[in-house]
Nanobody, 115 residues
Framework: QVQLVESGGGLVQAGGSLTLFCAPS????????MAWYRQISGKEREWVAS???????NYADSVKGRFTIWRDNARDRLTLRMDNLKPEDTGVYYC?????????WGQGTQVTVSS
């Protein structure tokens, strides 16, 4: 098993930046694909960005050019840098990782962007 713990959420004004972190209970090196998802009030959870163990990344169109995901192997954590935040980015952000073929999820961290 692996536990994922998110941190870094908070309140920011539109146009501002936040950085989210996800700390796994095992070395990030043994976790394959990792991703960030978010759930906006009243909507289904949606994929935001992902990174594979080799470092290749993908982004949802809604965040492309504003968000950056990377695996910080030195600090053993997944990071999501969010720039030029918009009110529609408000939601609970979840870290997801695949370990031994099974999906694991964190508890989520709230991001609120005020207009």
């Amino acid at each position: 098993q692996v536990q994922l713990v998110e941190s870094g959420g908070g309140l920011v004004q539109a146009g501002g930046s936040l950085t989210l972190f996800c700390a796994p209970s095992r070395s990030i090196a043994v976790i394959n694909g990792m991703a960030w998802y978010r759930q906006i009030s009243g909507k289904e959870r949606e994929w935001v960005a992902s990174v594979v163990s080799g470092g290749a990344t993908n982004y949802a169109d809604s965040v492309k050019g504003r968000f950056t995901i990377w695996r910080d192997n030195a600090r053993d954590r997944l990071t999501l840098r969010m720039d030029n935040l918009k009110p529609e980015d408000t939601g609970v952000y979840y870290c997801q990782g695949v370990y031994r073929g099974r999906d694991y999820w964190g508890q989520g961290t709230q991001v609120t962007v005020s207009s």
